[in-house]
């Protein structure tokens, strides 16, 4: 069982990002998988859940009107399109599933906003 984060990358402000969670061994399906990210120097943070049933999204206020989690039919992967990137932006993203007492972690995949 593993999840996948990538897309990551050096970006200037202004400008945007997809990443993108893949399971491997497992779906979806019943899983909520939320966006969280790591600056350095700092506690890790949620930026965006979506939820089992793919119908409700959650976002930071701080990202608000700014990123978008969605997930492809298949829900085999989740995205999290960002858009209008601030160099506060910048730190490890890393996609996590849950499910009850489960929770699957990916590595983080890297996020640097230059200004």
């Known amino acids: 069982v593993q999840l996948q984060a990538s897309g990551g990358g050096l970006v200037q402000a202004g400008g945007s990002l997809r990443l993108l969670c893949t399971a491997s061994?497992?779906?979806?399906?019943?899983?909520?998988v939320g966006w969280f990210r790591q600056a350095p120097g700092k506690e890790r943070e949620g930026v965006s859940c979506?939820?089992?049933?793919?119908?409700?999204?959650y976002y930071a206020d701080s990202v608000k009107g700014r990123f978008h989690i969605s997930s492809d039919n298949a829900k085999s992967t989740v995205f999290l399109q960002m858009n209008s990137l601030k160099p506060e932006d910048t730190g490890a993203y890393y996609c996590?599933?849950?499910?009850?007492?489960?929770?699957?972690w990916g590595q983080g995949t890297q996020v640097t906003v230059s200004s």
């Open positions: 979506i939820s089992v049933d793919y119908e409700h999204t």
């Open positions: 996590n599933a849950a499910l009850g007492a489960q929770s699957f």
């Open positions: 061994g497992f779906s979806f399906d019943d899983y909520a």
